[in-house]
Protein backbone atom coordinates (compact mmCIF):
# COMPACT_ATOMS: atom_id res chain seq x y z
CA UNK A 1 0.00 0.00 0.00
CA UNK A 2 1.13 4.04 -0.72
CA UNK A 3 0.56 6.26 1.83
CA UNK A 4 0.26 10.27 1.35
CA UNK A 5 0.88 12.57 3.38
CA UNK A 6 0.54 16.23 2.68
CA UNK A 7 1.69 19.70 4.06
CA UNK A 8 1.39 23.29 3.51
CA UNK A 9 -1.92 24.42 2.91
CA UNK A 10 -3.18 27.71 4.72
CA UNK A 11 -4.36 31.29 4.75
CA UNK A 12 -2.75 33.90 2.54
CA UNK A 13 -3.51 37.25 0.86
CA UNK A 14 -3.60 37.75 -2.71
CA UNK A 15 -0.30 38.14 -3.86
CA UNK A 16 1.22 35.70 -1.77
CA UNK A 17 2.81 32.57 -1.87
CA UNK A 18 2.23 29.00 -0.32
CA UNK A 19 4.28 25.97 -0.88
CA UNK A 20 2.54 22.08 -0.45
CA UNK A 21 4.13 19.38 -0.64
CA UNK A 22 3.90 15.71 -0.35
CA UNK A 23 6.01 12.77 0.70
CA UNK A 24 4.90 9.09 -0.62
CA UNK A 25 5.79 6.40 1.28
CA UNK A 26 5.15 2.62 1.37
CA UNK A 27 5.01 -0.30 -0.89
CA UNK A 28 6.73 1.83 -3.51
CA UNK A 29 8.25 0.24 -6.65
CA UNK A 30 8.25 2.67 -9.15
CA UNK A 31 6.43 6.29 -9.20
CA UNK A 32 5.34 6.82 -12.88
CA UNK A 33 3.72 10.39 -12.18
CA UNK A 34 3.00 12.80 -9.35
CA UNK A 35 0.36 15.72 -9.51
CA UNK A 36 -1.79 18.32 -7.53
CA UNK A 37 -5.16 18.59 -8.09
CA UNK A 38 -7.57 21.07 -6.99
CA UNK A 39 -11.29 21.25 -6.00
CA UNK A 40 -13.07 24.62 -5.16
CA UNK A 41 -16.95 24.28 -3.73
CA UNK A 42 -19.10 23.35 -6.00
CA UNK A 43 -16.72 22.75 -9.09
CA UNK A 44 -15.56 19.66 -9.95
CA UNK A 45 -11.87 18.29 -8.76
CA UNK A 46 -9.28 19.50 -12.27
CA UNK A 47 -5.27 19.25 -12.71
CA UNK A 48 -3.28 21.94 -11.36
CA UNK A 49 0.30 20.43 -12.58
CA UNK A 50 1.75 16.96 -13.10
CA UNK A 51 5.50 15.72 -13.72
CA UNK A 52 6.16 12.52 -14.59
CA UNK A 53 9.01 10.20 -14.56
CA UNK A 54 10.18 11.40 -17.80
CA UNK A 55 10.48 14.97 -16.03
CA UNK A 56 7.35 15.81 -18.44
CA UNK A 57 5.41 18.54 -16.81
CA UNK A 58 2.09 19.89 -17.09
CA UNK A 59 0.23 22.97 -16.22
CA UNK A 60 -3.55 24.11 -16.12
CA UNK A 61 -3.34 27.82 -18.33
CA UNK A 62 -5.33 29.19 -15.43
CA UNK A 63 -1.83 28.67 -13.26
CA UNK A 64 0.68 28.87 -15.72
CA UNK A 65 3.58 31.21 -15.15
CA UNK A 66 2.86 31.49 -11.36
CA UNK A 67 3.07 27.78 -9.91
CA UNK A 68 5.69 25.67 -10.49
CA UNK A 69 5.36 21.60 -9.88
CA UNK A 70 9.07 19.82 -8.70
CA UNK A 71 10.06 16.56 -7.38
CA UNK A 72 12.58 15.60 -5.11
CA UNK A 73 13.22 11.75 -5.79
CA UNK A 74 15.02 10.03 -2.77
CA UNK A 75 12.19 11.62 -0.61
CA UNK A 76 9.36 10.64 -3.42
CA UNK A 77 8.53 13.85 -2.59
CA UNK A 78 6.47 16.44 -5.08
CA UNK A 79 6.18 20.23 -4.27
CA UNK A 80 3.74 22.95 -5.78
CA UNK A 81 5.59 26.38 -5.19
CA UNK A 82 2.43 28.85 -5.48
CA UNK A 83 3.46 32.25 -6.18
CA UNK A 84 0.88 35.37 -7.36
CA UNK A 85 -1.94 33.78 -5.31
CA UNK A 86 -5.48 34.76 -6.59
CA UNK A 87 -8.56 34.45 -4.39
CA UNK A 88 -9.63 31.97 -7.24
CA UNK A 89 -6.84 30.07 -6.42
CA UNK A 90 -8.66 28.96 -3.10
CA UNK A 91 -9.59 25.02 -2.65
CA UNK A 92 -8.88 21.98 -1.61
CA UNK A 93 -5.78 20.65 -3.09
CA UNK A 94 -5.19 17.07 -3.83
CA UNK A 95 -1.96 15.05 -3.85
CA UNK A 96 -2.30 12.51 -6.70
CA UNK A 97 0.36 9.76 -7.21
CA UNK A 98 0.64 7.06 -10.19
CA UNK A 99 2.56 4.07 -8.97
CA UNK A 100 3.35 0.72 -9.22
CA UNK A 101 3.70 -0.96 -5.78
CA UNK A 102 6.00 -3.39 -4.90
CA UNK A 103 3.97 -6.37 -6.05
CA UNK A 104 3.88 -4.70 -9.32
CA UNK A 105 0.28 -3.79 -9.01
CA UNK A 106 -0.51 -0.23 -10.63
CA UNK A 107 -2.11 2.13 -8.27
CA UNK A 108 -3.57 5.90 -8.64
CA UNK A 109 -3.36 7.10 -4.68
CA UNK A 110 -4.65 10.32 -3.48
CA UNK A 111 -3.69 12.44 -0.16
CA UNK A 112 -6.52 13.62 2.81
CA UNK A 113 -6.37 16.95 0.99
CA UNK A 114 -5.14 20.71 2.40
CA UNK A 115 -6.98 23.68 1.85
CA UNK A 116 -5.45 26.81 0.56
CA UNK A 117 -7.49 30.12 0.92
CA UNK A 118 -6.59 33.50 -0.58
CA UNK A 119 -8.63 36.37 0.86
CA UNK A 120 -8.39 39.69 2.04
Known amino acids: QVQLEESGGGWVQPGGSLRLSCVASGSIFSIVAMAWYRQAPGMERELVASINSGHAINYADSVKGRFTISRTRPENAVHLQMNSLKPEDTAVYYC??????????????WGQGTQVTVSS
Open 96 to 109: NVRAYSTHLQWGDY
